[in-house]
């Protein structure tokens, strides 16, 4: 049976969770290594499937990998012709036998596709991948070997729609389109039939390609150490008939069993194909209207921009802050910025902060979110309700590791860099923040030993979105040459960083112990530690002006970052 025939005239189902049914057997050993170790129990498996009704089942090979198997290369072969090979024996000729390949096995793909071709295999699925772009050279290096062998390549989504990089289903589902060497892409884990059934509703895509659909059973829980799923074939295989509407290949993935296989060929007309020709896109907006522009320079065309960062307080209590926000509300400064646990070390939440002072003050402001301690599912959730509290304009940064003295306690997370954090921020303003879009822009490394790759880095962030861009503040002359030379290569905003130090002692803890500013020597001898605090900050606010004459001529705006959120050294500078 060839799968290309077969779906013209019919859809096609697949098997279910093939760990979820094998784990009922209590064989006390990892569902792929029963391929050399147990294989009749994972040919009962298969054949249980297909007495359900599967038509094309997948073989026991998702995690087979070293790493998991803890084998040698030529164990690793043996393990997938072994799975191979029951496979097709429990499969016959009436049954499609698609080599199953998951995303752990990176290390191992080009070992586990060529022992596949070698097996003479005629699909090849690449099931919960959380992008594309790693598996296109494998995908076509297999089109190499043998142009004739399908492709399906499935991803896992949330229930927004998004995978654990933060890239939305439908940019998966553009670009495996645009790929000839895939011939069909879906979704499968990550979510239940109600949720995945949501994200292809919301899907807005011309293709020919064949779709699938896998969701898992339900959403687990864990019961003496197992994940436990509800026992919901009824309500499952109704959804099914819903998501037959956008998908070719249907089946099932974690939590799912030959029951539940059976009650899709029960309840599911599986003799219309393609019926998904055009993916009919759903509103999602929050908000309705014209479409407009909130970033904090919209409408301010030639001015030189004021943006001014002020520390969100350690401790509970904020009254410094707001009263240097308060006086700044009454000059000519267009945003106040709000950094995120700088150098890893804990403050009060800039998004929080940034609400406080926008509604008490009235006031642009600009949370930063850093990469580095929030997992995509907190980002998305942070992102939603910094919307729903009128915040548009964001800094994205990648952000400091966390302290080597905090380490073996606090974790940094990283789903993200900032060029994906702002891929995923792009991919909301096109999806759910149609009509009054987040700002966002990011960061710029002049000290860069290559500064052509900080510029590549650049151009990928306002590829990915990014209207501007704040840099660490400047002291050296070589450090402004650099950024001189960067703005006459990039089409954007850049506002310099503007810092008056406030003693010798500032100058010095910046100098030696903050990664990535440079503070010549001329400058820190223009401090001594003699000075009073007054005569001290007086020689940072020169310093800090003598800057900005140096950057006049090539920058957008100033950044101005307050030490301690002093108000002094705010009226002085900013008047």
Request: charged share 25%.
């Amino acid at each position: 049976m060839n799968i290309r025939d077969y779906i013209k005239n019919k859809k096609l189902i697949c098997d279910g969770a093939f760990g979820t049914y094998f784990s009922t057997f209590n064989a006390g050993i990892l569902p792929e290594k029963a391929n050399t170790a147990a294989p009749e129990l994972v040919l009962s498996v298969h054949r249980e499937y297909i007495k359900a009704g599967a038509n094309l089942i997948r073989t026991n090979t998702f995690a087979s990998n070293k790493i998991n198997l803890g084998c040698t290369d030529d164990e690793l072969k043996a393990n997938i012709k072994s799975a191979y090979s029951l496979a097709k024996m429990a499969a016959r000729d009436d049954v499609l036998v698609a080599c199953d390949i998951g995303p752990e096995s990176k290390e191992d793909f080009y070992t586990i596709v060529d022992t596949f071709i070698e097996c003479g295999a005629e699909i090849i699925i690449f099931e919960t991948f959380p992008e594309v772009d790693e598996i296109i050279p494998v995908i076509k290096y297999i089109k190499s070997k043998n142009k004739g062998i399908f492709i399906i390549t499935q991803f896992c989504v949330n229930q927004h729609g998004y995978t654990e990089e933060g890239i939305s289903a439908l940019r998966l589902f553009e670009k495996c389109n645009e790929i000839d060497e895939i011939d069909a892409f879906g979704l499968n884990c990550g979510v239940g039939p109600s949720h995945l059934l949501d994200v292809l509703k919301k899907i807005n895509l011309e293709t020919d390609k064949v779709i699938t659909a896998f969701p898992n059973a339900s959403y687990p829980a864990v019961v003496q150490d197992r994940m436990v799923f509800l026992d919901n074939i009824n309500y499952f295989s109704e959804i099914m008939v819903d998501i037959a509407g956008y998908a070719d290949i249907i089946g099932g993935c974690c939590g799912t069993t030959p029951q539940y296989i059976k009650a899709i060929g029960e309840t599911v007309d599986i003799s219309v194909s393609f019926s998904h020709h055009s993916f009919k896109k759903k509103g999602t907006a929050l908000v309705t209207g014209d479409e407009k522009h909130s970033g904090f320079f919209a409408g301010k065309d030639g001015k030189k921009l004021i943006a001014v960062e002020l520390d969100p307080p350690k401790g509970s209590d904020c009254t410094t802050l707001m009263e240097t926000a308060n006086y700044l509300k009454t000059k000519d400064v267009d945003v106040i910025t709000f950094a995120d646990s700088p150098s890893g070390r804990t403050r009060a939440d800039s998004v929080l902060m940034s609400i406080k002072v926008a509604k008490e003050v009235g006031i642009n402001v600009m949370p930063h979110i850093c990469c580095r301690d929030k997992n995509a599912i907190a980002i998305s959730s942070l992102l939603l309700g910094a919307y729903i509290n009128d915040i548009r304009n964001f800094l994205v940064i990648t952000g400091d590791p966390v302290p080597s003295t905090a380490r073996d306690s606090i974790k940094g997370v990283f789903n993200f860099d900032s060029v994906r954090l702002m891929e995923y921020m792009q991919e909301m303003n096109n999806e759910t923040f149609i009509s009054d879009k987040l700002c966002y822009g990011g960061a710029i490394n002049y000290d860069r030993r290559n500064i052509e790759i900080e510029i590549k880095r650049i151009e990928s962030k306002i590829k990915a979105g990014a209207e501007f861009f704040l840099t660490q503040p400047v002291f050296d002359d070589k450090d402004i040459d650099t950024l001189k030379y960067i703005r006459s290569r990039v089409d954007t905003k850049i506002l310099v960083g503007i810092m008056p130090l406030v003693s010798i002692r500032n100058a010095n803890f910046i100098k030696n112990e903050i990664t990535g500013i440079s503070i010549p020597d001329d400058i820190i001898n223009r401090f001594n530690s003699d000075m009073t605090k007054t005569e001290s900050e007086a020689v940072g606010i020169e310093i800090a002006r003598e800057v900005m004459e140096k950057v006049e001529d090539f920058a957008d705006g100033f950044y101005f970052m307050i030490p301690f959120n002093r108000l002094s050294i705010a009226k002085a500078l900013i008047k």
